[in-house]
């Protein structure tokens, strides 16, 4: 899990509620930090860095408050500045966006880890994704709208069409663990593989493993 958790928020009961979640995961309080303005942000992530005591993971809004003169004013700015002084930063999006085609365009385009609308039930979501990033997958979060008949560009990553080819080869879901710890493929928890297994069915709005099995054989994903 992270350690070291840099939280962009310009409205404070928000950053309270983001700071509770990191609390939630055993994540400790003092080896993060959280900032109003993106101006702050980066100087903290320029500070951390010469410090050779990096951030780990960013949590960013997109949108803040105007009310004083800045060089960085969006979350979009604040995460294409972070990643060019820290490439692998992880970047988790935490916004009242909640579209889904918007969503997974930032995601492709600037190299996110997670994206997560603020809505009902968002930190329960927000935990999922940290959770899931922290295991170096991606998460786009289920909660965001779709249009009617939109498709889904879910990108699969290596580790799931290796999960999914075990299973479509008959290989039992508990015994997967074994597989990827004797080819040196990590994650390789059970929890872990049933966690990524049921945030690719939700966001595919797959109800079981052999429709998932079925959904990628059909489209050679496998």
């Known amino acids: 899990m992270f350690k070291k958790v840099l ?3 310009d409205h404070e009961s928000v950053s ?4 509770k979640t990191l609390s939630d995961l055993n994540i400790i309080h003092e080896q993060s930090n959280y900032v109003y303005y993106c101006d ?5 992530i320029k500070k951390a860095m010469r410090a050779q005591l990096p951030y780990e993971l960013l949590i960013t809004d997109l949108s803040f408050e105007n009310d004083r003169p800045q060089e960085i004013n969006t979350g979009l700015e604040l995460i294409k500045a972070a990643k060019l002084i820290q490439p692998d930063l992880k970047v988790l999006v935490f916004s009242i966006e909640n579209r889904f085609s918007v969503a997974s365009k930032i995601m492709a385009d600037l190299g996110i880890d997670a994206f997560v609308p603020k809505a009902r039930g968002d930190a329960k979501d927000l935990k999922l994704a940290i959770e899931t990033i922290a295991q170096n ?3 786009l979060s289920p909660n965001l709208k779709k249009i009617t008949g939109e498709k889904i ?3 699969f990553t290596h580790f799931d069409k290796t999960i999914i080819s075990l299973l479509a080869k008959g290989t039992p879901q508990k015994d997967i663990p074994f597989y990827l710890q004797k080819n ?3 994650p390789s928890g059970l929890s872990s593989i049933e966690k990524r297994l049921g945030t ?3 966001i595919l709005n797959i109800s079981n493993n052999e429709q998932l099995i079925a959904y990628c054989k059909d489209r050679h994903i496998i």
């Open 153 to 155: 560009p879910f990108e």
């Open 40 to 44: 702050d942000a980066l100087g903290r």
């Open 184 to 186: 040196n493929i990590k």
């Open 16 to 19: 309270i509620s983001v700071q």
């Open 7 to 9: 939280i962009a928020e």
């Open 137 to 139: 997958l991606k998460y």
């Open 200 to 202: 690719i069915k939700t």
